[in-house]
Antibody, heavy 122, light 107 residues
């Protein structure tokens, strides 16, 4: 069955960078785009960006002003999301999610990771 | 960015009630509208895509309708496991954006 298992640090300091991983199983990793979505406490879901694991192409939300970088390791079936220059506004649950489109992007999401709450605090 | 507005932000209902949630887009998104259910502490779960297509495994009491800017999610007969938050999402134009959510609580 499809599984997305996330890992990463749960507390970060202001000004630091965070990195979260998302290990995929149960499907061919290179055939589905992967996305990152976050949810700050009490706020709506916010899309951050996507990666095509097959060729490494990426796309990002301009709201993050170049602070987000998404990469992948196809040998490990894992996607990564780096977010730099952290502030308290970046405190949120971060999710990876699989695009519902097979070999092309539909930009909606049929499987999600369990989410990681990252708190940015000094 | 396309703004998505949901109403109501919360509602209280009883088991067996018919529940309707609306989502309005700030511009025409044709039928590029999806609905998710989220329970506390859990990731969202896709219910409906392309405004009215039920995701595999989702109970038939859930249905979606709408076109253009106005959309509706309906639960025909609310079940105990349906008490959750619901979010709409547009995938017409990047960046994809979500509604503010509707929390369905127990009356």
């Amino acid at each position: 069955q499809v599984q997305l298992v996330q890992s990463g640090a749960e507390v970060e300091k202001p000004g630091a960078s965070m990195k979260i991983s998302c290990k995929a199983s149960g499907f061919t990793f290179t055939e589905y785009n992967m996305h990152w979505v976050r949810q700050a406490p009490g706020q709506r879901l916010e899309w951050m960006g996507w990666i095509n694991p097959g060729n490494g192409d990426t796309g990002y939300s301009q709201h993050f002003q170049g602070r987000v970088t998404i990469t992948r390791d196809t040998s490990a079936n894992t996607a990564y999301m780096d977010l730099s220059s952290l502030t308290s506004d970046d405190t949120a649950v971060y999710y990876c999610a699989r695009d519902a489109g097979y070999t092309f992007s539909r930009h909606y999401f049929d499987y999600w990771g369990q989410g990681i709450l990252v708190t940015v605090s000094s | 960015d396309i703004q998505m507005t949901q109403s109501p932000s919360s509602l209280s209902a009883s088991v067996g009630d018919r529940v309707t949630i609306t989502c309005r887009a700030s511009q025409n998104i044709i039928s590029y509208l999806n609905w998710y259910q989220q329970k506390p502490g859990k990731a969202p779960n896709l219910l409906i895509f392309s405004a009215s297509t039920l995701e595999s495994g989702v109970p038939s009491r859930f249905s979606g309708s709408g076109f253009g800017t106005d959309f509706t999610l309906t639960i025909s007969s609310l079940q105990p496991e349906d008490f959750a938050s619901y979010y709409c999402q547009q995938n017409y134009s990047p960046p994809v954006t979500f509604g503010g959510g509707t929390k369905v609580g127990i009356k």
